[in-house]
């Protein structure tokens, strides 16, 4: 794994960059393909879709969109949640895990392991009395029911406990010595330390929310509460019979940007945030 | 899905950790309130619920294993699980070596690298939707990318998503184009790990590239597969918004993967005690892979 430059010195090099090349256009051809169909009029769409590679290219698409789309609302509504959620478990999670990593107090360690259990339990697999619950205390189509759910993973728990333990006592024993009070010492003197985690947790959790299909398709049932994931997804349904296929493009095109956006200029901490998640 | 670094616990401070008492409870208090009514009841209810007949107005009959033994007899539900194995088979072992491939080939410090390492995690933090619907058109006979490049051939369209024999792997790559950035990522990042001495030792010993690769690189990196490939598989195990999305489960079943039954015979039959009996199966399935996770995570030291 010497580094060198791309263009190869062997032949071996030379098929690695020609695999690489190809890969490359397999991930951005769908992208493109539906950015072509988004510039097209769908009169011309309807008679052949091979018109995609040549002019003329119009923004009639988005100029419908953005006059008659509800897809400002949803942005709203994943704006609303995806924040929502992302503060939420920044707070419990910041709570909780110094609790498990500092204090003492009854069966802590168990209820710490009950905890990490909760990383097996999949979303799935507790859907249907999670869905009768929400029905019972009335929160389905509401922010605060579309965001609970979320607040509940214990992955946040475990990754700030993990990084807690990892600040040494002695810093808490030297503030305390200047009679902080334990909440002092956890608010002004640890959590700032913390904040490389919180990043990573944040963005984790913000990305998440944005992107979550299963809980907002069960939940937010009404047009009015879609999130931006669910809104694309419902746009899909009659999928032959809707608005028309440039429409439809021009509607993925414009969700995806905000996001794809953030990804170019934060590639780093997402990556690191998203693998983190992972393992 | 992160059991994988519980164990490193810190012996040291269960014994001089600040005084035990109740109020320290507080810190802890309120995200263990929201566990225990979302998570924990839910899972105990749920688990209940599975030994009744019930629909979503309350009427319930306790039936025992009834659903269970419903469940094993239901063509449907079988099919899902075949479906979802299936689905496993497809994209899993591809997930890994094409991470791999690509880690191996990225893992330098060029700007061409690291412009193609972004493009190849971009996919990944696109949500469920706007994928199946890039792909749709993709697959599509009617003016689909894919049609449209084999009219110019003066070939007939291929109607993959309403196949029964290629809806499930027109999903699969579709998966595997959303999915691959981690596996990657994972693998780059367990390269950068393997100690330069023994590249060195390998150069001394004049071994070539593809000795290198076979004696050194692929031996360090073993645990990260192994993790990947459960990773992978617990996430795959999940399938739903692709295939509700892209196929509705057809045709005839023939792409319906577990949640996606679960979902259906929860939420469209109301049938709640059979779809709790059958997220239940899934549950198991799953608890077996994140296990599996944790003990190979668990010997991080060793490998």
Redesign the interface.
């Known amino acids: 794994m010497a580094a060198g430059s791309m263009v190869g010195r062997t032949l071996s090099d030379r098929l690695i960059l020609v695999a690489v090349i190809v890969l490359g256009i397999v991930m951005v051809a769908p992208i493109v393909w539906a950015l072509g169909l988004s510039l097209k009029t769908n009169a011309e769409l309807m008679v052949d879709t091979s018109s995609v590679l040549h002019a003329p290219y119009t923004l009639q698409n988005y100029w419908d969109l953005v006059i008659g789309s509800p897809v400002f609302r949803w942005f709203v509504n994943s704006m609303i949640v995806s924040l929502g959620m992302t503060i939420g478990v920044l707070v419990l999670s910041s709570l909780a895990g110094y609790g498990f990593a500092r204090l003492e107090f009854p069966g802590r360690d168990i209820i710490f392991v009950l905890v990490l259990f909760g990383l097996a339990v999949p979303e799935q697999a507790v859907i249907i009395p999670r869905h009768q619950l929400f029905s019972e205390l009335g929160l389905h189509n509401t922010y605060i029911g579309l965001i609970l759910p979320g607040l509940s993973t214990s992955f946040g728990v475990f990754l700030m406990t993990q990084y807690f333990r990892a600040i040494p006592r002695e810093v808490d024993e030297a503030a305390m010595l200047d009679n902080a009070t334990r909440f002092q010492v956890f608010w002004r003197v640890l959590l700032p330390m913390t904040l490389p985690a919180q990043a990573t947790l944040g963005i984790y959790t913000f990305l998440h929310a944005w992107n979550d299909y299963w809980w907002p398709l069960i939940s937010g049932t009404n047009a009015q509460m879609y999130t931006v994931t669910v809104g694309i997804a419902s746009t899909q349904i009659n999928f032959a019979e809707s608005a028309g296929l440039g429409f439809l493009m021009a509607q993925a095109i414009f969700a995806a940007l905000p996001i794809l956006i953030v990804y170019v200029f934060f590639q780093k901490y997402i990556v690191r945030a998203v693998s983190g998640g992972a393992t | ?6 164990h ?3 012996s040291r ?2 014994r ?7 109020s ?2 507080l ?2 208090a ?3 309130l ?2 225990i ?7 105990f ?2 688990m209940w ?1 599975s030994l009744h007949k019930a629909d ?1 107005f309350g009427e319930r009959v306790f039936v025992g294993l009834e659903n269970f033994t419903r469940l094993l007899a239901d063509k449907v539900f079988l099919g899902t699980l075949w479906n979802t194995f299936y689905f496993i088979v497809l994209t899993v072992p591809a997930l890994a070596i ?1 991470g791999l ?2 880690a ?7 700007r ?2 690291a412009v ?1 390492r ?13 994928v ?7 697959f599509i006979p ?4 894919i ?2 490049v084999l ?2 051939f003066g070939k007939p369209p291929v109607a993959f998503l309403s196949d029964e024999d290629l809806a499930l792997p027109a999903i699969a790559i579709t998966t595997i ?1 959303w999915c691959i ?2 596996p990657m ?2 693998f780059l ?1 367990a ?1 950068q790990q393997v100690p330069k001495e023994l ?1 060195e030792a390998a150069a001394l010993d004049n071994a070539g ?1 593809w000795k ?1 690769l076979w004696s050194v ?1 692929l031996p360090s990196i073993r645990r990260t597969f192994a ?1 990947v490939i459960i ?1 992978e598989i617990v996430l795959q195990f ?1 399938l ?2 692709q295939a509700q ?1 892209m196929t509705l489960g057809g045709p005839n079943n023939a792409s319906r993967p577990i ?1 996606l039954f ?2 259906e015979v ?2 469209n039959r109301w049938d ?1 005690g059979y ?2 009996a059958a ?2 199966i ?2 198991g399935l ?2 077996m892979a ?2 599996a996770q944790y003990f190979v ?1 668990r010997r991080k030291g060793e490998a």
């Open positions: 899905m992160s059991v994988a670094a519980a490193v616990t810190d401070e269960t001089s950790g600040a005084r035990g008492d109740w320290s409870l810190y802890v309120p995200f263990l929201i566990y009514v979302l998570v924990v009841y839910p899972l209810s749920g619920l979503f094409i491939g690509l191996l080939a990225l893992n330098r410090t060029t061409a690298a193609l972004g493009v190849f995690f971009s996919s990944s933090v696109l949500s469920v939707t706007i199946t619907l890039l792909w749709r058109v993709v009617d003016g689909g990318f049609a449209t009219e110019m184009w950035g981690l990522m994972l990042a390269l590249y590239r290198t690189t993790l990773i999940q739903f918004g999305l949640v679960i979902y929860g939420f709640i779809a709790a997220a239940q899934l549950f799953i608890l994140a296990l995570a």
